[in-house]
Structure formats: structure tokens, C-alpha cells
């Protein structure tokens, strides 16, 4: 779906939701909406945090907006090694940011509400 004319068709046609066959992933990438439920393998460490998600595998830096608080504070409560990655439901959208480091902009995940995290669990990534 790289189409930007069928992209602001679908924008103005649906907002945030989703359609048919579209997976999360692809829905959250369609637009500035609230986004669409995400898994996936959260990390922070050293003020930088990257989610991978579950079903494609594909890592994606995490913005420091709408409810990254939250999610946040969820990963560093639970007791873990620093830096493992913790099983965790989002819902979020992608958009485009400048990196920290390095050219840009790149696909960013911005966390729009945390639903939750399961310690202890992992999601099966492509390829494994």
C-alpha cells in the first residue's frame, strides 16, 4: 500500500480502522489515527527503547509521546536482566521520526495506549 492517493482515500474513508485483510501492522501504518493493537517484544536500555513485532518481526524504534509513560514504567517494574525484552500489547501507530543517530526519517512505533505486558511469555517471531 505505497499508493498515496489511495492512502488519503482510505484516511478519509475509514480513519483508524482497519480493513479486510490488512494486518496490524499495515493498519497502523495507514494513518495518523489511533493507531491498531500491536505484540511484540519490547526493550529499553539507556534511554532508547526498540519493539519488535510479533508477527512480521520487524523492530522499530518507540516514540516518546502519547502513552509511552506507561509503558515504561510497566517494563521497569517487572524484574528482569536490563535490556531483556518483555512481551507487551500496544495499541500504536507508526509514523516517521528522525532518529537519535544517523539519516532519516524511519518508521516509528508511538505507543497511543499500553494494554499490557506478560512477563515471562514470548512471541513466536518469523523465521524461528
Not at 495518523?32 to 519488535?52: C, K, L, N, P, W
Amino acid at each position: 500500500m505505497k499508493d498515496p492517493f489511495l492512502m488519503v482515500a482510505l484516511r478519509s474513508l475509514v480513519g483508524s480502522v482497519c480493513l479486510g485483510s490488512m494486518t496490524a501492522l499495515a493498519c497502523a501504518d495507514a494513518g495518523e489515527g489511533a493507531g491498531s493493537v500491536m505484540r511484540g517484544m519490547y526493550r529499553y536500555m539507556a534511554d532508547a527503547a526498540i519493539f519488535t513485532e510479533c508477527r512480521t518481526g520487524k523492530s522499530f524504534p518507540v516514540a516518546f509521546e502519547e502513552d509511552n509513560r506507561a509503558l515504561e514504567e510497566a517494563y521497569l517494574s517487572v524484574p528482569h536482566p536490563p535490556g531483556e525484552p518483555l512481551l507487551v500489547t500496544l495499541e500504536g501507530r507508526i509514523v516517521k521520526r528522525m532518529p537519535m543517530e544517523g539519516p532519516g526519517p524511519v518508521s516509528t512505533i508511538v505507543p497511543v495506549r499500553f494494554i499490557g505486558i506478560s512477563p515471562g511469555e514470548i512471541c513466536d517471531m518469523p523465521g524461528r
